[in-house]
């Protein structure tokens, strides 16, 4: 079995980035094997799913450990997400090995990754708009169980397809669903329902046989000790600073698949990220912070 340094290294960082902020490898993992590695659609998704299962139950442990973790809601999550799970590896089967169905494939796991980019967008404006600051804790939160099992569902089959939703997605609908909680709080959660879910689909990818095992070992050996520290820090770290970076990532991977050459990428991700640094200073207006006083001559004098 060929492991390759280059793929661990890459999963290494992938595995820091989801043990930090929660989004699912998918987003992130499965791009790096198709546009980096040229792995076929098909073959990075069900390998990364299967390398999933062996990463995210140590960021689980980390996080249930710390206590960030809401059982209940994660229960309600499973109900939903894992039956879905089957059913999205069963229709990325129907879609075969085909280059229609490949780019199918792309095109289904791009406008996952842009509405759920889009949709992180729009939730911090509305945040921002209202003051609203996510303090709450996630043993305090109040449940709601049926549109909890319907973002289950909704993750659980484009995770079959895809290899996203359980991070990059789900959290999304989360913060919408709980706008009370921060995103760091609903880290250890999401990590720890994406364990069952990722099982489910990983299962499901086995039974289909689009697994590769060289890319799947290599995978395993590069994110598992990444995510471990990845989550330490998400216990700790405020997420004004984790969603701009995840939001940026997905948005950047998304419009790949929708088709957008890497020219014309670079230039709207440089364009993208100027109009963020000028909102930024519009909003903050650094240059209005108070100053302290100069002491005047008289007081001097005294």
Known sequence: MHIDPYIV?????????????????GALMTPMLILLFGVTP??????DLVAAVFMRP????????KGTVNLKLVGWMVLGSV??????AYLLHLLGHSKSSQDTVETILGAALLVGAAAMLLRFYLDLRKGRTRQGEVHALTVRP??????????????????????????????FLYPT????QLVGTDLTQAVPLTIAAALGALAFGHVELPVT????????????????ISSRAPDRYIRPVITFVIFAS?????????????????????????????????????????????????
Not at 181 to 184: H, K, Q
Request: glycine share 16%; net charge positive; charged share 5%.
């Open 9 to 25: 290294l890459g999963s290494a960082v992938v595995g820091l980035l989801v043990g930090v902020t929660g989004a699912g490898g």
């Open 217 to 232: 070992a290599s995978l395993i050996i590069g994110s598992v000790p990444a995510v471990v520290v990845g989550s330490f």
């Open 254 to 302: 998304g419009l790949k698949y929708a088709g957008v050459g890497t020219t014309a990428l670079g230039w709207i991700l440089c364009a993208v990220l100027l109009a963020a640094a000028v909102a930024w200073t519009i909003y903050a207006r650094p240059w209005e912070r108070s100053t302290p006083e100069p002491v005047s001559a008289t007081d001097t004098s005294r």
């Open 83 to 88: 039956p879905m799970a089957f059913l999205g």
């Open 58 to 65: 140590f960021g689980a442990a980390v996080h249930l450990r």
């Open 42 to 47: 098909s073959s990075a998704i069900s390998s």
């Open 181 to 184: 909680i921060g995103a760091n």
């Open 146 to 175: 049926l549109p909890t099992i319907l973002i289950g569902m909704i993750g659980g089959v484009i995770v079959g397809m895809t290899s996203v939703g359980s991070g990059s997605l789900m959290i999304v609908l989360l913060l």
